[in-house]
């Protein structure tokens, strides 16, 4: 059915059931096709080859599922089943392990530990199953004696849509081979703790093994797609996207690791807003598991969770990507089919009105995969803060006239080249907010500061002081001088070429002993001329330098005073109204998107309630405001999921919209 690249460019709904080898006989593919179809799907990703081959193969060393059928090639008539419905097949691979049966016969293809023992899995598992092994990234298997013959046999003989290779990275291993290259490669010996690796090591390993597979594929068919994962944290998006057609992402709702682990609510957006940043490339998928954790697999999340977790991946221009345990005959959970139903049909409303359309951000978020980035992350999302997730090497390459703030955490590691693009862009009008002093660079007079800098003890029972009454920053805390304050702080003076916006309140007392007396009742010095938060002019724009870790205190304490400082110091950073500004509701989160046409789209997605959601808590009277000097080119308002009608009226140059009840997940289309 492949019928070159643009298909997969285009909106994709994939459910992948996660087949077990002993369930194969369960699998009808007239049924399951007719069953996925129904579920909303157009795509469907479906076990193929690696660990187990689902199909007669003739690759050497390649471990027949025992359980096929026999006169019936399972994978061709599911392919066919599949295609009769329009639907699209991606081919799973899993190279990255093998039964021990292979690894008997071909000890140097596995990964070995510093004490050169192999890694197995489920030597402890119930059951009459087969242990598997852990294959090194460098070895053979992965290429030119398994994978590649594997992957060209799969090519020759059926009409795929598309490859997916899952666990595709690399384990740490210390076999020969590894020892060997990483010699080669560093003039050293592999260190045996595997955090001492060369901080490349892992990303060449990758880069080496997808190349071989991607140019075999290529050279195959060209327009077949390869999708590969990306992470948040540990991984090179640039090197992901220069092998592999599109990318997916799997932020997993984790419940299982307990109430006081819970996963992050920013995770799924995040990692989309992530993948987003890529100019020219596919959507990335959010690939979203069903079950509240893999040791819980065969039940399902909370649907209040579920479908939380799930709306968050269109919401921020990401592409549906479902992981069910099993077929929906063998899942025992019901409440999961209702609830992907649900959302493919929410999804295929949406997906006409987004073909073509970018994300329409006015603050961008510098990411450092780091804590402080997730700071910020939570405040923008959680004050309705519609943003950009940018790498520094996209701020150094791309034009930022597009925003009017963008937001430098702290521990971040400047570059003279990220250094002149922010200070190119804060000269032409633009407003930068730092937190922290800036790695790498010697910025002081950037930010307004005098070089002499010292750093404080961890600092407890301080406060942070508003130093102009009625300022930008004080909106919304008119009634307090101060906030809570903590943590490490930069001691420094400004040069006189900038602003205090902010000072510290130092410690009044030993934490030990701030309930006794006769502390209790009086600060011991009330002010002090140590600048918090210092305000610069920068050519046409301005910058914001912040001596604490705000996003420290957001991550650690969540109080309300500072989002709102968190809130105001955006605006203060943009000098004016965000051209889309939303009512603040806890829980609900806001995206923008615009069309050529000049169409607006803002998502809106409800998580109102304490994680984990048990139930979808409506949001009544959400007020959109969209700014706008040219007021009569936007005519018309709709709600194109719920069909809600919109209260839509105009105040000077605004146009105010107003949403009676928001209940998931809802698009706003301003024409």
Not at 222 to 232: S, T
């Amino acid at each position: 059915m492949n019928e070159g690249s643009s298909w997969w460019r285009k909106n994709v709904r994939v459910i992948q059931p996660n087949l077990q080898v002993k369930d194969t006989s369960k699998i009808d593919p007239e049924k399951l096709a007719e069953q996925l179809d129904e579920m909303g799907a157009n795509t469907v990703v479906f076990n193929v080859g690696g660990i187990y081959a689902w199909y007669p193969t003739e690759v050497q060393n390649h471990t027949l599922n025992d359980y096929l059928p026999t006169g019936q090639d399972l994978l061709a008539s599911m392919i066919d089943a599949l295609h009769k419905r329009k639907m699209r097949f991606i081919a799973r691979f899993d190279f990255s392990k093998a039964e021990d049966s292979i690894y008997l016969k071909n000890p140097q293809w596995f990964v070995r530990d510093q004490r050169n023992q192999p890694q197995v899995i489920g030597t402890e598992r119930p059951g009459n199953w087969s242990l598997l092994m852990s294959t090194c990234i460098n070895s053979s298997y992965r290429s030119h004696e398994v994978a590649i013959p594997v992957i060209n046999e799969v090519l020759s003989k059926y009409p795929i849509d598309g490859i997916f290779l899952n666990n595709p990275g690399p384990i740490a291993c210390y076999c020969q081979t590894c020892k060997r290259k990483y010699r080669t490669l560093y003039g050293e010996e592999l260190p045996d703790d595997k955090s001492k690796f060369h901080p490349e090591w892992a990303t060449k390993c990758m880069k080496d093994n997808i190349d071989q597979l991607y140019s075999q594929i290529k050279e195959k068919d060209a327009d077949l797609p390869l999708i590969l994962y990306y992470n948040l944290y540990r991984d090179s998006l640039y090197d992901r996207a220069k092998t592999a057609d599109m990318l997916c992402t799997e932020p997993q709702d984790i419940l299982s690791l307990g109430s006081k682990n819970i996963p992050e609510f920013w995770k799924p957006a995040l990692s989309i807003k992530l993948g987003q940043s890529l100019t020219d490339y596919p959507n990335p998928f959010g690939i979203v598991h069903s079950s509240p954790g893999m040791d819980w697999r065969h039940t399902g999340l909370p649907p209040a969770e579920y479908q939380f977790w799930l709306c968050q991946i269109p919401a921020n221009g990401g592409q549906i990507w479902h992981s069910l345990t099993g077929i929906p005959d063998t899942i025992h959970d019901k409440r999961i089919l209702n609830v992907v139903t649900q959302h493919n049909n929410m999804v295929k409303k949406v997906a006409p009105f987004m073909e073509g359309a970018q994300s329409h951000n006015e603050v961008a978020l510098i990411w450092n995969a780091a804590s402080s980035g997730e700071g910020w992350a939570d405040g923008l999302l959680e004050k309705q803060i519609s943003f950009d997730v940018l790498l520094p090497e996209q701020v150094i390459k791309r034009d930022l006239s597009q925003y009017r703030a963008v937001i430098v955490p702290e521990t971040l590691q400047w570059t003279e080249e990220l250094y002149a693009a922010l200070r190119l862009y804060t000269s032409n009008g633009g407003g930068l907010i730092i937190e922290g002093l800036p790695k790498g660079v010697n910025a002081e007079e950037f930010i307004g500061i005098e070089p002499d800098i010292q750093y404080s003890e961890e600092l407890n029972a301080s406060y942070l002081r508003f130093e102009k009454r009625g300022s930008t920053l004080q909106r919304g805390l008119e009634e307090t001088e101060l906030i809570a304050h903590r943590g490490t702080t930069m001691y420094c003076r400004t040069d006189g070429n900038s602003e205090v916006l902010a000072t510290l309140v130092p410690p009044f007392s030993p934490l030990e002993s701030v309930g006794a007396p006769p502390e209790r009742a009086s600060l011991a010095v009330e002010r002090t001329d140590i600048p918090l938060i210092v305000h610069k002019k920068s050519g046409e724009g301005r910058i914001l330098f912040l001596t604490f870790s705000l996003s420290m205190l957001i991550n650690e304490y969540r109080l309300n005073e500072h989002y709102t400082l968190l809130d105001n110091l955006v605006h203060e950073a943009v000098g004016t109204n965000l051209r889309v500004e939303v009512n603040h509701a806890p829980g609900l989160q806001v995206s923008v998107f615009k069309k050529e046409s000049g169409q607006l789209l803002i998502h809106l997605v409800n998580g109102a309630g304490r994680r984990p959601l048990s139930r979808n808590l409506p949001i009544h009277d959400v007020k959109i405001n969209v700014y706008s000097q040219d007021l009569k080119a936007l005519t018309k308002a709709e709600s194109i999921i719920s069909g809600e009608k919109l209260h839509v009226g105009k105040e000077g140059d605004m146009l105010v919209i107003q949403l009676p009840i928001l209940r998931i997940w809802e698009v706003l289309s301003i024409s």
